[in-house]
């Protein structure tokens, strides 16, 4: 957020992250995270496959809520409904997974802003916008 701020002095996303930081529990309330290895940039273009098996590259990997992953193959579709139900049959869908991915989504339209351009603006504000309501 910072970067941005600073880049852009763009007053509506700031205004925005001050009401979205404060929704942000509530979206975890009751919830048991168990950190997960997460591949951190899971999208088509980071995955392949030969005869064998999946392949996948480029990580920036960390723990953390298995939920992340699924956030970037959102912004760049990809991974067909094979791929989610197989996900899901080892990690069901919790309550609350699709505001959560959308709160996942502004860090990933956040990063690309960054080191991309502002062409991600509209993208962010409006799922900030959506969150907020």
């Not at 990063?111 to 900030?128: A, K, P, T, V």
């Amino acid at each position: 957020m910072a970067m941005i701020e600073k880049s852009s002095g763009d007053r509506e996303i700031r205004e925005l992250w001050s009401h979205l930081q404060l929704k942000i529990p509530e979206m975890f309330k009751n919830m048991e995270i168990v950190p997960a290895l997460l591949h951190g940039d899971l999208w088509r273009g980071n995955v392949a496959e030969d005869d064998t098996s999946p392949i996948m590259f480029d990580p920036a990997s960390f723990y953390g809520h298995s939920e992340y992953d699924l956030a970037i193959g959102r912004i760049f579709p990809g991974f067909g409904s094979t791929f989610y139900s197989a996900y899901h049959s080892k990690i069901p869908k919790a309550p609350g997974l699709e505001n959560r991915l959308k709160l996942y989504q502004v860090f990933h339209y956040m990063n690309h802003w960054n080191h991309f351009g502002s062409e991600y603006r509209e993208n962010l504000l409006n799922i900030m916008r959506g969150l907020v309501k």
